[in-house]
């Protein structure tokens, strides 16, 4: 079932999305034990998520989250549907693709902030300002 170029490679992201959701929730608990800390020490360790790097890495983790969420659902149709072994790799491709159209508008959201191109010209997209005004 594994054996081939997309089972290896599922088998393979899903080890390594899983890890990185594992490495994210040991920097989540920190991150929110700054609190303990005080407010200015909270803060200042929640700057740190401005920075393009630190936005990148989420960018990692919003991709890794859908991965493993779509192929997650994957193994489960490969292990209890009859014809999910003999349909593993149009399901594969189907998780890429999912994870690629979802991703799409979260990289926007993500980067926009961060990048002034993004910020400046993609207005005709999405006015958040526009639609908070009317609310």
Do not use: C
């Not at 997650?72 to 490969?78: D, F």
């Amino acid at each position: 079932m594994y054996k081939g170029p997309s089972g290896m490679w599922s088998w393979l992201l899903h080890r390594v999305s899983g890890l990185g959701l594992l490495l994210f929730l040991f920097i989540h608990v920190v991150d929110i034990s700054l609190l303990s800390f005080g407010p200015n020490v909270y803060n200042e360790g929640i700057e740190l998520f401005d920075n393009i790097i630190v936005r990148f890495l989420s960018l990692a983790l919003i991709v890794a989250v859908f991965y493993h969420s779509f192929n997650g659902i994957r193994i489960v149709l490969v292990d209890f549907w009859r014809r999910g072994v003999k349909l593993q790799q149009p399901m594969f491709i189907a998780a890429l693709v999912l994870t690629i159209i979802a991703f799409i508008p979260f990289a926007y959201f993500v980067l926009r902030p961060a990048l002034p191109f993004l910020a400046q010209g993609a207005y005709w997209f999405v006015d958040v300002n526009a639609i908070m005004s009317t609310h």
